[in-house]
């Protein structure tokens, strides 16, 4: 296996590694990286959780949303005003 | 979703407008039924706000958005085939027209780097293990806010939205290679401003 993985590359890295957007062999290098990288292993964990909390934020429970039936009152008007 | 289903639900005949399927209300809001478009409304106004308002940062913007996204939904009502689910098509119209808002105010989000970190920067706070043990939603919600539009736009897209690099980068205009930097940078960002609040607490 030819290449060298320093922390500078793997943290560059990290985003695609999680997505599996590498090659087989940049893989195994970031892999093998953070097996023995306490800090680049510390970013990739704290990455990890953010995206998995990202998808999490799909619910919507997060958001104060606009009152439904005055959103819907007020598109009323516009509409007929507009046809 | 195939022609026998979808055959299948046009035969059906419902006794609410709750009990019916989007193609279903959106067959009988092409033809005018008004309350057959308000059922739509109902049930996907929320996360066309929400995505407005994650793109925007910005509720008034947001509420202004959503409202000329389902102006072009009754407007166009009628050229919705059923190619892709429902949800899917409104998704795309919301994402084009918050693009085009962009677009008009000149304030196309920028693809470049602000203020990155270096690596040494970066690996610094894991020093302090119990400085992001676990992530508030809301947290995360307002760092979202605080992001360079360009790496906002990136992120809300892939990772809250789910779409991939390719389609981001065909609504964007932009390389695969862009995409995936900006979003590397975004989360990279986020997590700065994540460690610094659980810092500030």
């Known amino acids: 296996m030819i290449g060298h993985m320093n922390c500078a590359r793997s943290l560059t890295l990290l985003s695609d590694y999680h997505d599996g957007l590498l ?3 940049e893989c195994a290098l970031v892999r093998a990286h953070l097996d023995c990288c306490t800090p680049c292993l510390g970013v990739f964990t704290d990455l990890q959780l953010i995206i998995v909390t990202s998808v999490e934020l799909r619910n919507g429970n997060t958001i104060n949303f606009p009152d439904e039936a005055v959103m819907w009152h007020q598109f009323k008007i516009a509409a007929y005003e507009s046809h | 979703m195939d022609q026998e289903q979808n055959n299948y639900e046009i ?8 009990a019916q399927t ?3 209300l959106a067959q ?4 005018g039924d008004i309350g057959a478009f308000e059922e739509l409304y109902r049930r996907h106004m929320r996360r066309v706000y929400a995505l407005c308002l994650r793109m925007t ?7 202004d958005l959503t ?4 102006t072009h939904l009754f407007r166009k009502i009628g050229g919705f085939r059923g190619e892709s689910t429902f949800t899917t098509w409104l998704h795309r119209l919301t994402v084009n027209l918050v693009l085009m808002h962009f677009r008009k105010r000149q304030s196309r989000p920028e693809f470049t780097s602000h203020n990155d970190e270096t690596p040494e920067e970066i690996v610094r706070g894991t020093e302090n293990p119990n400085a992001m043990p676990v992530i508030d939603r809301l947290a995360l919600e307002k760092a979202i806010a605080k992001l360079a539009p360009g790496y906002r736009t990136v992120f809300v897209l892939y990772d ?4 991939e690099h390719e389609e981001i980068a065909q609504m964007l205009n932009i390389s695969v290679g862009t995409s995936k930097s900006q979003l590397h940078r975004a989360r990279l960002n986020l997590r700065k401003l994540l460690r610094q609040q659980a810092d500030a607490d």
Request: proline share 3%; charged share 25%; hydrophobic share 40%.
């Open chain 2, 57 to 63: 940062a910005n509720a008034t913007e947001a509420e």
């Open chain 2, 11 to 18: 035969a059906l005949i419902p006794e609410t407008a709750s």
């Open chain 2, 28 to 31: 009988q809001s092409a033809a």
């Open chain 2, 22 to 24: 989007d193609i279903q």
């Open chain 1, 23 to 25: 090659s087989e062999d």
């Open chain 2, 160 to 163: 809250v939205e789910g779409y």
């Open chain 2, 67 to 70: 409202q000329e996204v389902f």
